[in-house]
T-cell receptor, first 112, second 116 residues
Framework: GQQLNQSPQSMFIQEGEDVSMNCTSS?????WLWYKQEPGEGPVLLIA?????ELTSNGRLTAQFGITRKDSFLNISASIPSDVGIYFC????????????FGGGTRLMVKP | KAGVTQTPRYLIKTRGQQVTLSCSPI?????VSWYQQTPGQGLQFLFE???????NKGNFPGRFSGRQFSNSRSEMNVSTLELGDSALYLC???????????????FGQGTRLTVV
């Protein structure tokens, strides 16, 4: 089963609002990845984080690798309708190859 | 640059049958991983292949198997299908296994398997 706790499970926001979601784990991860999945598609990589404390942006998206290496958050600023989808966090354990452990996802809905 | 290609996109099988799914990674990527996605269990790791060798395996029964060819293409096989095997099967490719940017996983669109 999943080892990452992702919250919130869903969000229904107004266009233009900022969004924040996070993932926590009981395990220490070496890498945190954030993905977005739209209906009928595979997850698309948004941001990758490699070092504790790292803060990385990709356009209106910003993600941080927690200092304890057990958590990460993703912020989306000034949301737009095309941000709709399911956002997943994924962690990679040390010496686990490319095996990713996924959070349960945050379903984002944006009202124009 | 072409992305990860999975075939077929959709598949309907009967209980007890077996199925083979195919994945062609991004050109130059040598690591291929497979995941099962269901509404109840989310995204779960099946196995990872690199240089034609299975490097990691998730907690799935032996009915689930895979292989990788010398050109890095991969197949996964599910034998004696059960209703609970209905899921979206996703393949992800990375340049290399390990840590750092070269391990970033890029997913295909998936194969939607329905077992009836």
């Amino acid at each position: 089963g999943q080892q990452l706790n992702q919250s919130p499970q869903s969000m229904f926001i107004q266009e233009g609002e900022d969004v924040s979601m996070n993932c926590t784990s009981s395990s220490i991860f070496n890498t945190w990845l954030w993905y977005k999945q739209e209906p009928g598609e595979g997850p698309v990589l948004l941001i990758a984080l490699y070092k504790a404390g790292e803060l990385t942006s990709n356009g209106r998206l910003t993600a941080q690798f927690g200092i304890t290496r057990k958590d990460s958050f993703l912020n989306i600023s000034a949301s737009i309708p095309s941000d709709v989808g399911i956002y997943f966090c994924a962690g990679q354990l040390f010496d686990a190859g490319n095996m990713l452990t996924f959070g349960g996802g945050t379903r984002l809905m944006v009202k124009p | 640059k072409a992305g990860v290609t999975q075939t077929p996109r959709y598949l309907i099988k009967t209980r007890g049958q077996q199925v083979t799914l195919s994945c062609s990674p991004i050109s130059g990527h040598r690591s291929v991983s497979w995941y099962q996605q269901t509404p109840g269990q989310g995204l779960q790791f099946l196995f990872e292949y690199f240089s034609e060798t299975q490097r990691n395996k998730g907690n799935f029964p032996g009915r689930f198997s895979g292989r990788q060819f010398s050109n890095s293409r991969s197949e996964m096989n599910v034998s004696t299908l059960e209703l609970g095997d209905s899921a979206l099967y996703l393949c992800a490719s990375s340049i290399l296994p390990g840590q750092g940017a070269r391990t970033e996983a890029f997913f295909g669109q998936g194969t939607r398997l329905t077992v009836v």
